[in-house]
């Protein structure tokens, strides 16, 4: 088996609307530009124009770039469990090839 050294983990405090040039463990550099305290997370068309300009910099943005206000939850739109999988009793999570069957023929 090889020897593979733990990698310490690259962290870095700076403050916003600041860039950091970030040294990668391989000597890479990355590019970090924290977004400005008053930024618009709300503001769809700034964030692509945002990741445009940075991109075109050579630059990751940091902070909270988007949220889309009207999103549902994943798991309100999937209709997934509020339970962790591994409560879940083999019934619930194997329900047979007639329920199977049933939700492929709905999908299609």
Request: proline content about 5%; some cysteine.
């Amino acid at each position: 088996m090889d020897f593979v050294p733990m990698m310490r983990e690259i962290t870095v405090t700076y403050e916003a609307g600041d860039v950091r040039d970030i040294v990668m463990h391989d000597g890479s550099e990355i590019h970090l530009r924290k977004l400005q305290k008053d930024w618009d997370p709300l503001d769809r068309s700034s964030a692509i124009m945002a990741n445009d300009r940075a991109r075109k910099k050579g630059e990751v943005l940091t902070g909270l770039l988007y949220v889309e206000p009207e999103t549902q939850d994943l798991h309100r739109i999937i209709n997934s469990s509020d339970r962790p999988l591994n409560k879940l009793r083999q019934a619930e999570l194997c329900p047979g090839s007639t329920a199977l069957e049933k939700l492929n023929q709905s999908l299609r």
